[in-house]
């Protein structure tokens, strides 16, 4: 048997404390998947143009994020035919029904809003994981 491929995220929230705690969460529930930090959808956009052959397997967008805001990001990756088929899961502190109209309509996978504990963002995190890599094992 080969070695299983490996499942990268992209966790992309320019707030260093969420993004330790995203990982954070991901940690608790598995230890086989592959994580990037990224701080901005600036950045996210030059990450995915430099390394096409290293595409990640679920992008976390936050969508406040100085610069180009991850709506922006959002857009322009759905309308690039090497990219759209990547999972995006907006993960945003946001809970505004516009926020997720748009996310929807820009083509997010799962709107999410952050929430206000570590225990129900392992939660999310665990059905991340489950829904986005490990579906397939539970059928």
Do not use: H
């Not at 490996?6 to 529930?29: G, K, M, S, T």
């Not at 907006?90 to 799962?110: F, M």
């Amino acid at each position: 048997m080969g070695k299983q491929i490996r499942n990268l995220v992209f966790i992309v929230d320019d707030d260093p404390d969420d993004r330790q705690i995203i990982l954070d969460a991901f940690l608790e529930n598995n230890s086989d998947i592959d994580y990037i930090f990224i701080e901005s959808a600036e950045e996210l956009l030059t990450t995915l143009y430099d390394d096409k052959t290293n595409l990640p397997d679920l992008i976390l967008l936050d969508l406040n994020m100085p610069g180009v805001l991850g709506l922006q990001a959002l857009k322009e990756i759905r309308e690039n035919k090497t990219f759209r088929q990547i999972p995006i899961i907006v993960l945003t502190t946001s809970a505004l029904d516009r926020d997720k109209k748009l996310s929807y309509e820009l083509g997010a996978s799962c709107f999410l809003t952050k929430p206000d504990s570590f225990k129900k963002l392992t939660e999310i995190v665990n059905a991340i994981v489950m829904l986005w890599f490990f579906q397939a094992d539970n059928i």
